[in-house]
């Protein structure tokens, strides 16, 4: 199979192109990324030697497409940093509809058998703290946020293009997902490499908001599986029920690293903060079999390790976060 993944030097795109070029060498897979600053090819050296990296924007893929005889699409490619979307929301909409939408051109022209979309529990909008359902398959979409809206309008140019087109397309929507390699504007990240330098870790004023989680690696297993027996037109939710506020995951990473309570510090909430996320996963467990794997507190103490042992990794990365939290003000 040859298969191009868009966003492959990201966090969960890199995690896929390993997971994948491990689990079936036989493909050529073609790695594609713009490199802004949340991307950076370290993320694909142990796998360098295996795969094709190719830097550029995916509004521009078509040639891509077309050189490589591209029969598969993964599309991670996305601005996703919520805090960032409040400061420049013209960059969410301009990359994750537009540049979808471009991508999805280029694939119907070069007619590629399956174009995989990666979307987000947050095209949702959000739940209260006390609500006893979660968002299925058939939710409706009320986005609340730049970055919500981008991706539910990339969302429904995907499902344009397969009922207008006839493109062959599956959507996974996911849970807030964490593990290495994440970039440091993230929450475990941030607050992981802020207690190794003994900086404060900057909480939200509604540090009881919760969301949902998943390790990267149970992600990319079930995109996996949703390539190999999901079915063309359908949205899959990808998520483990493991809950935790920002509030918990702070006192978590303080706890694995032996530090004090006290490094917490309270920072105002971000405009359109969303209370909680919850997705049901009955349709992709019962249909394709797949479960998650990795234990919540198992996965996040790991991570945090990871963190710990690979200052290498992140210390470079850090300063390179356009985004101050507590800071709404362009």
Known sequence: MRLLVTGAA???????????????????????????????????????ERITFVHADIADAGQVLREHDIEVIVNFAAESHNSLAILDPGRFFRTNVLGTQALLEAARQSGVGRFHHISTCEVYGDLALDAEQAFTEESPYRPRTPYNASKAGADHAVRAYHETFGLPVTI??????????????????????????????????????????????????????????????????????????VGQIANLVLEELGLPASLQREVPDRPGHDRRYLLDSTKIRRELGWKPLVGFETGMRETVRWYADNRDWWEPLRDRSPVTEGVWTG
């Open 172 to 245: 996974t929507n996911c849970a807030n997902n964490y593990g290495s390699h994440q970039f440091p504007e993230k929450v475990l990240p941030l607050f992981t490499t802020h207690a190794l330098d003994r900086r404060p870790l900057p909480v939200y004023a509604s540090k009881d908001n919760r969301r949902e989680w998943i390790h990267a690696l149970d992600h990319v297993r079930a995109i996996e599986a949703v390539l190999d027996r999901g079915r063309i037109g359908e949205t899959y939710h990808v998520g483990t029920g493991d809950e935790a506020s």
């Open 10 to 48: 990201g966090f969960i795109g890199s995690h896929f192109v390993r997971h994948w070029v491990r689990e079936h060498p036989d493909d050529n897979v073609v790695a594609l990324d713009a490199l802004t600053y949340a991307g950076t090819e370290t993320n694909l050296a142990d796998v360098s």
